[in-house]
């Protein structure tokens, strides 16, 4: 019995992948702006940084109470329980504390010049697309591994710009291995939605899309509060805490859940059942 999907068109999946790839550019492009423009939109407003960082916020809780909501439009909510929830909003949160704030970072701690920045944000860019290029590699042998290894590393490099943030080095190599490791979290997450709702992809996106936005509001006002009532030094140390909280909730879903290809498998079992009943 031959059970295999459909062949692929290659024209159509390239226009698709390169569709889905400008989308990701324009919607992480917007996200981050307020964070690179940070520092100079700061003294142009006549307001503290960590008000304008409150920006990222409220873009945020526009996505989050919007993404669900339109795609429940066009598709009834699936029954099958989804990812990581928990993990994705934790770990999202850690990261957006110093995205957010990074410029003031580099300015304020590690000492560099506005004129600087460009430069430092498109290296942490560039590590960003190889983290992404390397994790595309190991998504599909090892989901479980990228996504662990990823947050790993990313507690690494927030510890390591909290200790070494002060040396212009070591912001820099800090900085560009935060840029590397973050990269690897979101089609990490997107890729373990599929594999948990493979028959709802387009509503547990949109939940997705929910936490990863309330992850980021949450962040860009956690990074605010330090930033107003402690110090921007302290940014990055308490993303790392949160970070490591979401390690080991990743690491209680996969000791006490059912593994997610197992789920996606018997999805697929189902899908293929009902396509021979019909």
């Given at each position: 019995?031959?059970t295999?999907g459909?062949?692929?068109?290659p024209r159509?999946?390239?226009?698709?992948?390169?569709?889905?790839?400008?989308?990701?550019f324009l919607?992480v492009?917007l996200?981050s702006?307020p964070?690179?423009?940070?520092?100079?939109?700061?003294?142009?407003?006549?307001?503290p940084t960590?008000?304008?960082?409150?920006?990222?916020?409220a873009y945020?809780?526009?996505?989050?109470?919007?993404?669900v909501?339109?795609?429940?439009?066009?598709?009834?909510l699936p029954?099958?329980?989804?990812f990581?929830?928990?993990?994705?909003?934790?770990?999202v949160t850690?990261a957006?504390?110093?995205?957010?704030?990074?410029?003031q970072?580099l300015?304020?701690?590690?000492?560099?010049?506005?004129?600087?920045?460009?430069?430092?944000?498109?290296l942490q860019?560039g590590?960003g697309v190889?983290?992404?290029?390397v994790?595309?590699?190991?998504?599909d042998?090892r989901p479980?591994?990228?996504?662990l290894?990823g947050?790993c590393v990313?507690v690494?490099?927030?510890v390591g710009?909290w200790?070494?943030?002060g040396?212009p080095?070591g912001?820099v190599?800090?900085?560009t291995?935060?840029?590397?490791?973050?990269?690897?979290?979101?089609?990490?997450?997107?890729?373990?939605?599929?594999?948990?709702?493979?028959r709802?992809?387009n509503?547990?996106?949109a939940?997705?899309?929910?936490?990863?936005?309330?992850g980021?509001?949450?962040?860009s006002?956690?990074?605010a509060?330090?930033?107003?009532?402690?110090?921007v030094?302290?940014?990055?140390?308490?993303?790392?805490a949160?970070?490591?909280?979401?390690l080991?909730v990743a690491?209680?879903?996969?000791?006490?859940?059912?593994?997610?290809?197992?789920?996606?498998r018997?999805?697929?079992?189902?899908?293929?059942g009902?396509?021979i009943?019909?």
């Amino acid at each position: 019995m031959n059970t295999a999907g459909p062949a692929v068109d290659p024209r159509r999946a390239t226009v698709i992948l390169v569709a889905l790839a400008a989308s990701t550019f324009l919607f992480v492009t917007l996200e981050s702006l307020p964070a690179g423009l940070l520092t100079l939109m700061a003294p142009d407003l006549g307001r503290p940084t960590s008000q304008i960082g409150l920006l990222v916020t409220a873009y945020a809780l526009v996505v989050l109470v919007s993404s669900v909501p339109l795609a429940h439009v066009t598709r009834a909510l699936p029954r099958r329980f989804v990812f990581l929830m928990v993990t994705t909003v934790l770990v999202v949160t850690g990261a957006f504390g110093v995205i957010t704030f990074v410029t003031q970072y580099l300015i304020n701690v590690a000492g560099f010049s506005q004129a600087d920045l460009p430069p430092l944000l498109l290296l942490q860019g560039g590590a960003g697309v190889v983290g992404a290029l390397v994790v595309g590699r190991f998504l599909d042998r090892r989901p479980v591994g990228a996504f662990l290894v990823g947050v790993c590393v990313l507690v690494v490099a927030l510890v390591g710009l909290w200790a070494f943030g002060g040396s212009p080095v070591g912001a820099v190599a800090c900085l560009t291995l935060f840029g590397f490791a973050f990269s690897t979290v979101p089609p990490v997450l997107s890729h373990r939605v599929l594999l948990a709702a493979p028959r709802g992809t387009n509503m547990g996106q949109a939940v997705s899309s929910s936490l990863f936005n309330l992850g980021i509001a949450a962040g860009s006002g956690l990074g605010a509060v330090l930033v107003s009532v402690v110090d921007v030094r302290a940014v990055p140390l308490v993303s790392a805490a949160v970070v490591l909280l979401a390690l080991l909730v990743a690491l209680a879903e996969e000791r006490w859940c059912a593994p997610l290809d197992s789920v996606a498998r018997k999805a697929v079992d189902e899908v293929v059942g009902e396509e021979i009943a019909a």
